[in-house]
């Protein structure tokens, strides 16, 4: 398991992810660096998981025989909607983990396990479930480029592995040390 997933982890928290976070910001404050941050919220993130993929990324790590019974856990399942004494059609559940089971955080974690690793010693991944950090530290010329390369590489493995961004809770954020601004000129 990707050793930066603090989601649904036994011994690993918000909390230390968020100390990570800061800890990290602080040390390349005091060193003179500046840290742009982009961070993302996976968009329904039990809902959105691609479980064929899922499944077929399990061929790795799990035998056949258990792969079955995962893969009818996760497929095959249907849903009616009752409003009052009307019922709709059945429907069927798409790439959906169920949410709220002992088995479907270990499965979204699984399923983001081949996250892109930053090439770039200068970009630093955090996930905690679905929330995603993605931090570029380097002087001000390089930062934006090592943090939009790694965007873009980021941007592929999504839409390969159908997940959705919740744009609206996305944030970029700047780090850096206070510049201290001239004295304007005299008239």
Not at 2 to 7: K, M, S
Not at 55 to 75: K, S
Not at 116 to 135: E, G, K, S, V
Request: charged share 20%.
């Amino acid at each position: 398991m990707i050793t930066y997933q603090f989601g649904f982890r036994k011994k690993l928290s918000t909390t230390r992810q968020l100390l990570r976070i800061t800890e990290s910001i602080k040390e390349d404050l005091e060193s003179g660096w500046e840290t742009r941050a982009v961070f993302l919220d996976i968009a329904k993130v039990f809902d959105r998981v691609w479980t064929d993929g899922l499944l077929y990324t399990l061929i790795v790590w799990i035998p056949c025989r258990i792969i079955r019974h995962i893969a009818t856990y996760l497929q095959g399942r249907h849903f009616i909607v009752r409003v009052g004494s009307n019922l709709s059609s059945e429907r069927v559940i798409k790439d959906r983990i169920v949410q709220g089971s002992k088995v479907g955080p270990k499965l979204f974690n699984i399923s983001v396990n081949d996250i892109p690793i930053p090439r770039n010693c200068q970009i630093q991944l955090c996930l905690l479930a679905n929330d995603t950090a993605i931090m570029s530290t380097s002087t001000q010329q390089t930062v934006m480029e090592n943090l939009k390369n790694y965007m873009t590489q980021l941007g592929k493995w999504l839409i390969m592995w159908k997940i959705k961004v919740n744009t609206d809770k996305c944030q970029i954020v700047y780090f850096m040390r206070r510049r201290s601004n001239p004295s304007p000129p005299m008239l």
